[in-house]
Structure formats: C-alpha cells, structure tokens
C-alpha cells in the first residue's frame, strides 16, 4: 500500500538552531542604512526566522529576479515568506518596490511590511491600499516582528490545514473509486 504524505506543520523555535534553515521562515529585508538593516536582521534572527539583506529595492527586485524584462523567468525554487523594506530609499522607494512585487504574478502573495521613521499618513494609507501587510514606524520592536510572524504562522497553519484536508478527500475518492473498479481485490486485501 502506498504510503500518502502530508505537510507537516511548521514549527518556530526561539533556539533559531533547533530547526535547519528551510524550516524557517524566510523574510527578505531591505533597508538603505546599514545600521538599520543590521538592526532588522538581529529582530529577524531572535524571532527564528531566515533572513536575507539587501541594501537597496534594486537589488531586492535582482534577487527576486523581477529586474529583468523578461518576466517569464521563474522562480519556483526562491521561497521568500515576508518581504520587509524601508519606504525611503534612493533610487527607488519601498513604495515603488511594493508596486512591482505586487505586479509580479511570482511573488504578489508574499506579505510585503513597509518600515518608516516618518509618520506621515497619506503614505501610510497609499501604502496598505497598494497591498502592503503592515506599515511599521521605526524603531521596529521585537514586539512588532514577533506579531506579525505570529500572523504568518496563523496563514500558514491554515494553508497547511486545507493542503491537509485536500489530500484526504484525494485518497478518499481514490479509495472509493478503487472500491468501484477492482471490488475483488479490496475482498481480497486484509485491512
């Protein structure tokens, strides 16, 4: 009898080395001031996550690979679960860098959190209804990082529960067309 596979529920540990780093979750920061970015990635690291740095949207967008004209180019194999990013940058703007995840067909579900120091609200709102997840004033608190993993977790649980759920009534309409086409070998078979 073949053996079915489920997902099984991701964990997070406050020992970051419990679990090997595919088991984290892999959130994509990026910030122009290297303090800052030094900063988000320790909040990042103590919360268990993965974490990946990038000091401007043009290079988030390269290691995406959003930068090139092609957008056919896939990747499948780049898990990214959040994208944190600084709203004021040069060259291009975190604003602008949710636009274009948004715009990408790869990554527009992935949660993207728009960090600031200015607490300007029209940006604010342009933000969260250009699809932004949060906006977070800075300093960020380790308070702030943990809820909104916690959140992460929650969507993801879910998800889990209904791939879960999906795949038993797969093998239950496979057992009962089993049961409609071959009556004798389930006779057979000992349960």
């Excluded at 073949?2 to 540990?13: D, G, S, Y």
């Excluded at 401007?56 to 930068?67: H, I, M, P």
């Excluded at 800075?138 to 998800?159: A, G, Q, W, Y």
Aim: aromatic share 4%; glycine share 4%; net charge neutral.
């Amino acid at each position: 009898m073949a053996e079915v596979l489920l997902p099984r529920k991701m964990e997070i540990a406050k020992d970051p080395s419990k679990f090997g780093s595919s088991d984290l979750l892999h959130v994509l920061a990026v910030d122009d001031s290297h303090v800052d970015r030094k900063f988000i990635e320790r909040l990042l690291r103590v919360s268990s996550c993965k974490v990946t740095v990038v000091d401007s949207a043009t290079r988030a967008l390269q290691y995406l690979g959003l930068d090139v004209e092609d957008k056919s180019i896939g990747f499948e194999d780049l898990k990214v679960n959040l994208i944190m990013t600084d709203y004021s940058m040069p060259g291009m703007t975190g604003y602008e860098l949710l636009k274009k995840i948004k715009e990408s067909s790869a990554f527009r579900q992935v949660p993207v959190v728009i960090m600031s120091s200015e607490n300007i609200l029209p940006r604010i709102d342009r933000c969260l209804e250009e699809g932004a997840e949060d906006f977070l004033l800075k300093p960020v608190k380790l308070s702030d990082v943990t809820r909104i993993r916690d959140s992460l977790m929650k969507v993801e649980d879910l998800s889990c529960t209904k791939s879960i759920k999906k795949r038993k009534l797969e093998v239950t309409e496979n057992v009962y067309s089993l049961d409609s086409s071959a009556p004798s070998q389930l006779k057979r078979a000992k349960i």
